[in-house]
């Protein structure tokens, strides 16, 4: 982990999709920014991005919770992408389904 603070107990009381939208949008971010030529707001947001689905995980796997293994494949896309010049196209579309569930789901 890096020195990203966030508080990990409201973290874990959110639902998949909430936890799953914000781990998108640093994913948006840090692509976004790389695509942009700034590598610095790129490298923050990759460690933000990780923070998160590195404290995803450690709950998922606390709760045996299905869908943990996909969580880090998408970790490992996430780090391909913001790494290597192997950029995947599906990663951003993959989280933006989440945001979109939360979104639906929040305003019922």
């Known amino acids: 982990m890096t020195n990203h603070v966030f508080d990990t107990t409201a973290w874990a ?6 936890q799953m939208g914000n781990i ?13 030529g700034n590598l610095n707001r790129s490298q923050s947001a990759f460690y933000r991005g990780l923070d998160l689905i ?3 995980a450690r709950l ?3 709760e045996n919770r299905a ?5 880090l494949y998408a970790r490992e896309l996430f ?3 913001v790494t290597t010049d192997k950029i995947d196209p599906t990663l951003e579309v993959y989280f933006m389904q989440f945001a979109i569930a939360a979104r639906l789901k929040n305003n019922q």
Do not use: Y
């Open 79 to 81: 780090a391909e992408s």
């Open 60 to 62: 998922w796997a606390d």
């Open 13 to 18: 009381e959110m639902d998949v999709f909430n």
């Open 24 to 36: 998108g949008s640093e994913v948006g971010r840090a692509l976004n920014a790389k695509r942009q």
């Open 67 to 71: 869908g943990l293994r996909e969580l």
């Open 54 to 56: 590195d404290e995803t």
